[in-house]
């Protein structure tokens, strides 16, 4: 074994071969994601300290951990909105070490927000061909004189955001306002927004913040129909621990800057730092 | 046809139909000879100032940046044109006006333009309201360049200098110093401001409804959200910006040249919060809007001269009221509850007039 296969045998949360439904992840050796004594300081207070986490093609992957954990934070370097003090991401095997926020999603890494960032004095469909910016292209001369690529261009960014907005069943409020927009459509419309940038791996803060338990379970099984048929990765943020024990293949718990508990669902619930983490330590006799 | 599409659509046609009908109407009252001097002076300048509003909401109302010195971009513009112009009719005595004319809009539109990339490459690449701080600064710059520019012609020649001392024996002066461009041949025409909107409008509508505008407001909403979908932020903050630039160049050129001189001082800080003006009451984002505010509040200093002394505190009180009568939901619901059946007209599916929106 390689060292580099070694260290990401160590870091892998599902083990390798996993029994997981989709096997074509075992079979190629560069994961999605891979981070590496990942950490950032902010004067002195160190937020996330030696974050290490590989995920595999196709699979969803829980970050979990008390309030002020460092779960946003990470999102925040892995999108490369802060600069990591120290350690790497790697993204399909390339270092996104110096990267701008707009090149990390060129790379194929997109993400919702904890608190919803929609572009709220647009439409639920302009929103999406947001999305579509990098995917469906055409200058700005094209669209300024109205020339057969502009039309023949929107046609093809349209029927894709319907098809897109389709997964939630969206289709009928593409006109809307975003900003006014209940909140759990809010949040489907961010998610909808990332799938449209053709990611590799889909990052999801607090999916169903705000939702109510119905909504959840309709969330839970999308995004694992999400998962089939885009063939992404996904990790995501979540306090609603049904969501997470439920859809998520691999855990990482998070506890002041550092991981505590990495496993399945089973492990990390039997696990006794994750319930110190979440519930205080047991008093002694 | 979705209802967003439609809605947009009747927008479009509705301020181009607003302007060429106004256009219609204008020329018709110039042939009829039912139009008052003052006011026929002021039609040049009223397309310009449109142009410029138009302009300026590109970069505040859709951008999201502030720019203090928009102006200054019009006196390029202005200097540029009378430069161009003059310079051709002495250099290759070009007596056909229109080709003059179209030169040197084309050519303060590209300076302007030149300028803007200047100032755009530094400032946008920052967060916050730096632009608004260095607009300011380049405004008053360029008056205070202007202001010590020497011009002349010679030979078929340009002659430029800061000091009037360089500039050789027997030039034809084009611009003197702090007297300004001098001695312009006015070419400037009603059709030619009223072409030049068109343009103007074609640009602002035809680029907010196109992938680029889209990312440009995208960037206004949430600069980490565009940045986060692979919207490149400096591009498309730089586009607007830029555009908006070359536009003014162009509506400066077209102002410039609709006088026999152009002095710095009418370029001043003021003139860009007078523009901003126009942008805020027709509202941020609402091109028909700057249209319409660019017009009234052109119009309504000269239509205020009867108050004499009071003219600027009338010209304030008005602009006052009109910004709260607009903003106030009461009054915008009696309005929509007007307007109401006129709108139902053009929507799909006929619809009670509700209380208005209270947004």
Redesign the interface.
């Given at each position: 074994m390689t060292e580099a296969k070694k260290r990401r045998s160590d870091t892998r949360m599902v083990p390798v071969p996993s029994h997981s439904i989709v096997p074509e992840r075992d079979v190629d050796d560069i994961p999605v994601l891979e981070t590496r004594h990942l950490g950032i300081e902010f004067g002195g207070l160190k937020a996330v300290d030696d974050f290490n986490l590989t995920i595999g093609k196709t699979e969803i992957a829980g970050l979990i951990g008390p309030n002020g954990a460092g779960k946003t934070t990470v999102f925040n370097l892995l999108t490369k909105v802060y600069e990591p003090t120290t350690g790497a991401v790697l993204i399909n095997g390339q270092d996104l070490h110096g990267m701008s926020i707009v090149q990390a999603s060129r790379l194929g890494i997109a993400r919702t927000f904890q608190n919803i960032r929609l572009f709220d004095k647009m439409t639920v469909e302009e929103n999406v061909r947001i999305g579509l910016h990098n995917q469906i292209k055409y200058d700005m001369i094209t669209g300024i004189l109205r020339l057969p690529r502009y039309w023949k261009q929107e046609k093809r960014q349209h029927e894709r955001a319907m098809e897109l907005l389709d997964i939630f069943g969206m289709q009928d409020l593409a006109d809307e306002v975003s900003g006014s927009l209940p909140y759990g459509a809010q949040r489907r419309l961010e998610i909808v927004r990332a799938l449209a940038t053709e990611p590799k791996l889909l990052l999801l803060d607090e999916p169903a913040a705000g939702m109510n338990p119905h909504e959840t379970e309709e969330l839970m099984e999308n995004i694992a129909k999400i998962r089939d048929r885009f063939g992404i990765a996904i990790l995501l943020i979540e306090h609603d621990m049904s969501l997470v024990m439920g859809v998520c293949e691999g855990i990482c718990v998070l506890n002041f800057g550092r991981i505590i508990a990495k496993g399945t669902a089973d492990e990390i619930q039997a696990n006794p730092d994750v319930i110190e983490a979440y519930l205080g330590k047991k008093k002694e006799g | 046809m979705?209802?967003?599409k439609r809605r947009r659509l009747i927008y479009n046609l509705v301020t181009f139909a607003l302007v060429i009908i106004a256009y219609i109407v204008l020329q018709n009252m110039i042939g009829a000879k039912a139009i008052s001097r003052s006011l026929k002076g002021l039609l040049v300048p009223i397309c310009a100032w449109i142009i410029m509003a138009v302009s300026l909401n590109l970069v505040i109302g859709f951008s999201g940046e502030l720019s203090l010195g928009h102006a200054g971009f019009m006196s390029i513009g202005a200097y540029t044109g009378a430069i161009v112009s003059g310079w051709l009719l002495a250099a290759f005595d070009m007596q056909d006006t229109t080709l003059r004319l179209i030169l040197a809009i084309v050519a303060g539109g590209i300076i302007a333009g030149i300028f803007g990339v200047l100032i755009g490459i530094p400032v946008l690449r920052l967060r916050g309201d730096y632009l608004a701080i260095v607009t300011l600064a380049f405004g008053e710059i360029i008056r205070n360049l202007v202001n010590v520019l020497y011009v002349g012609t010679a030979d078929g020649k340009l002659h430029f200098s800061f000091l009037n001392k360089k500039l050789p024996e027997g030039v034809t002066m084009l611009v003197d110093g702090a007297k300004g461009a001098v001695k312009i041949k006015p070419i400037s025409t009603f059709t030619a401001g009223f072409i030049l909107i068109l343009i103007t409008l074609?640009?602002v509508l035809?680029?907010v409804?196109?992938?680029?505008?889209?990312?440009i407001?995208?960037t206004?909403?949430?600069r980490?959200?565009?940045?986060?979908?692979?919207?490149?932020?400096t591009k498309y903050k730089m586009?607007a910006f830029v555009t908006a630039a070359v536009l003014a160049g162009m509506a400066g050129a077209l102002y410039g040249l609709n006088s026999s001189t152009v002095v710095p001082t009418q370029f001043t800080f003021n003139q860009s919060i007078n523009v901003l003006v126009f942008v805020v009451l027709g509202g941020l984002?609402n091109v028909l809007g700057s249209v319409i505010s660019a017009t009234f509040l052109t119009v309504l200093p000269e239509v205020l001269r009867e108050f004499a002394d009071f003219r600027m505190l009338v010209y304030a009180v008005v602009l006052i009221l009109v910004m709260i009568f607009t903003n106030n939901p009461l009054i915008r619901s009696f309005i929509n509850r007007l307007f109401g059946p006129v709108k139902s007209l053009f929507r799909g599916k006929p619809k009670s007039v509700s209380g208005g929106d209270l947004q």
């Amino acid at each position: 074994m390689t060292e580099a296969k070694k260290r990401r045998s160590d870091t892998r949360m599902v083990p390798v071969p996993s029994h997981s439904i989709v096997p074509e992840r075992d079979v190629d050796d560069i994961p999605v994601l891979e981070t590496r004594h990942l950490g950032i300081e902010f004067g002195g207070l160190k937020a996330v300290d030696d974050f290490n986490l590989t995920i595999g093609k196709t699979e969803i992957a829980g970050l979990i951990g008390p309030n002020g954990a460092g779960k946003t934070t990470v999102f925040n370097l892995l999108t490369k909105v802060y600069e990591p003090t120290t350690g790497a991401v790697l993204i399909n095997g390339q270092d996104l070490h110096g990267m701008s926020i707009v090149q990390a999603s060129r790379l194929g890494i997109a993400r919702t927000f904890q608190n919803i960032r929609l572009f709220d004095k647009m439409t639920v469909e302009e929103n999406v061909r947001i999305g579509l910016h990098n995917q469906i292209k055409y200058d700005m001369i094209t669209g300024i004189l109205r020339l057969p690529r502009y039309w023949k261009q929107e046609k093809r960014q349209h029927e894709r955001a319907m098809e897109l907005l389709d997964i939630f069943g969206m289709q009928d409020l593409a006109d809307e306002v975003s900003g006014s927009l209940p909140y759990g459509a809010q949040r489907r419309l961010e998610i909808v927004r990332a799938l449209a940038t053709e990611p590799k791996l889909l990052l999801l803060d607090e999916p169903a913040a705000g939702m109510n338990p119905h909504e959840t379970e309709e969330l839970m099984e999308n995004i694992a129909k999400i998962r089939d048929r885009f063939g992404i990765a996904i990790l995501l943020i979540e306090h609603d621990m049904s969501l997470v024990m439920g859809v998520c293949e691999g855990i990482c718990v998070l506890n002041f800057g550092r991981i505590i508990a990495k496993g399945t669902a089973d492990e990390i619930q039997a696990n006794p730092d994750v319930i110190e983490a979440y519930l205080g330590k047991k008093k002694e006799g | 046809m979705t209802k967003a599409k439609r809605r947009r659509l009747i927008y479009n046609l509705v301020t181009f139909a607003l302007v060429i009908i106004a256009y219609i109407v204008l020329q018709n009252m110039i042939g009829a000879k039912a139009i008052s001097r003052s006011l026929k002076g002021l039609l040049v300048p009223i397309c310009a100032w449109i142009i410029m509003a138009v302009s300026l909401n590109l970069v505040i109302g859709f951008s999201g940046e502030l720019s203090l010195g928009h102006a200054g971009f019009m006196s390029i513009g202005a200097y540029t044109g009378a430069i161009v112009s003059g310079w051709l009719l002495a250099a290759f005595d070009m007596q056909d006006t229109t080709l003059r004319l179209i030169l040197a809009i084309v050519a303060g539109g590209i300076i302007a333009g030149i300028f803007g990339v200047l100032i755009g490459i530094p400032v946008l690449r920052l967060r916050g309201d730096y632009l608004a701080i260095v607009t300011l600064a380049f405004g008053e710059i360029i008056r205070n360049l202007v202001n010590v520019l020497y011009v002349g012609t010679a030979d078929g020649k340009l002659h430029f200098s800061f000091l009037n001392k360089k500039l050789p024996e027997g030039v034809t002066m084009l611009v003197d110093g702090a007297k300004g461009a001098v001695k312009i041949k006015p070419i400037s025409t009603f059709t030619a401001g009223f072409i030049l909107i068109l343009i103007t409008l074609v640009i602002v509508l035809n680029l907010v409804n196109s992938r680029a505008g889209r990312a440009i407001q995208a960037t206004r909403d949430n600069r980490i959200a565009a940045e986060s979908m692979g919207v490149s932020v400096t591009k498309y903050k730089m586009m607007a910006f830029v555009t908006a630039a070359v536009l003014a160049g162009m509506a400066g050129a077209l102002y410039g040249l609709n006088s026999s001189t152009v002095v710095p001082t009418q370029f001043t800080f003021n003139q860009s919060i007078n523009v901003l003006v126009f942008v805020v009451l027709g509202g941020l984002g609402n091109v028909l809007g700057s249209v319409i505010s660019a017009t009234f509040l052109t119009v309504l200093p000269e239509v205020l001269r009867e108050f004499a002394d009071f003219r600027m505190l009338v010209y304030a009180v008005v602009l006052i009221l009109v910004m709260i009568f607009t903003n106030n939901p009461l009054i915008r619901s009696f309005i929509n509850r007007l307007f109401g059946p006129v709108k139902s007209l053009f929507r799909g599916k006929p619809k009670s007039v509700s209380g208005g929106d209270l947004q």
